[in-house]
């Protein structure tokens, strides 16, 4: 069966500073791979995806997310964070059983401090 | 459009009542989804729903059932509610392009349910 784990309950950085949101995977076969984000008593956006092609994947709101195979990760990246940016964040792979349905990562709570 | 509706926004039962969760999608997607959401774990996978018709069991079925009613809507009901299933449910709803999934789940705002 598939995983996701996010190491990180929560990261703290300064606005202005870049932000990394770490996620590895465990998957049979290739990975599809998702982040989204969840605001305060909301549903879950999506950000962007993986599914083949360039490991740089870039998405909404100036988000990226590096994949890389070898080391089974696919970490959230933003070059310079903004207050805004604060919010709970989750990795997600698809199910490989041809449901579709994903599993998801436990979260990530960015805090960026003004 | 209104994207995925979901009702009630919050809900308060006593050990052993049933209720059900309505979800809708204007967005004409074959395929819907219901998960619950608890602190730490994440968002963890009851049911599903690929096409009008037909249901499959997720991480979580049990306490719960399903009717996808037709292909805007797919319901969720809690025949006898319990404490444990105390939590914040989602719906969500996804569709196929071009032969391949697109996989990009839109998500409802949500059901908070306490179960006392």
């Known amino acids: 069966a598939q995983s996701v784990a996010q190491p990180e309950d929560q990261v703290n950085v300064a606005e202005g500073n870049p932000l990394t949101v770490k996620c590895t995977y465990s998957v049979s076969g290739n990975p599809y791979l998702f982040w989204y984000v969840q605001y305060p008593n909301r549903g879950l956006q999506f950000l962007l995806k993986y599914i083949t092609g360039d490991n740089l994947v870039k998405g909404s709101y100036g988000f990226e997310a590096e994949f890389n195979k070898s080391q089974t990760s696919f970490h959230l990246k933003k070059p310079s964070a903004l207050v805004s940016d604060s919010a709970l964040y989750f990795c997600a792979v698809r199910d490989l059983a041809g449901r ?3 599993t998801f990562g436990s979260g990530t709570r960015l805090q960026v401090q003004p | 459009n209104a994207g995925v509706t979901q009702t ?17 999608q204007d967005m004409n997607h074959n395929s819907m989804y219901w998960y619950r959401q608890d602190p730490g774990m994440g ?7 690929a096409s009008e018709g037909t249901t499959d ?5 049990n306490g719960y059932n399903v009717s996808r009613l037709n292909k805007r809507e797919f319901s969720l009901r809690l025949e006898s509610a319990a404490p444990s299933q ?28 306490t179960v006392t």
């Open chain 2, 8 to 24: 009630p926004k919050f809900q308060v039962l006593k050990t052993g009542q049933s209720m059900t969760l309505q979800c809708a």
């Open chain 2, 57 to 61: 069991k997720g991480e979580v079925p």
């Open chain 2, 86 to 113: 105390t939590s914040v449910y989602f719906c969500a709803s996804s569709e196929k392009s071009s032969g391949r999934a697109l996989d990009e789940q839109y998500f409802g705002p949500g059901t908070r349910l």
């Open chain 2, 43 to 49: 968002l963890r996978l009851i049911y599903y729903s």
């Open chain 1, 100 to 102: 579709r349905a994903l």
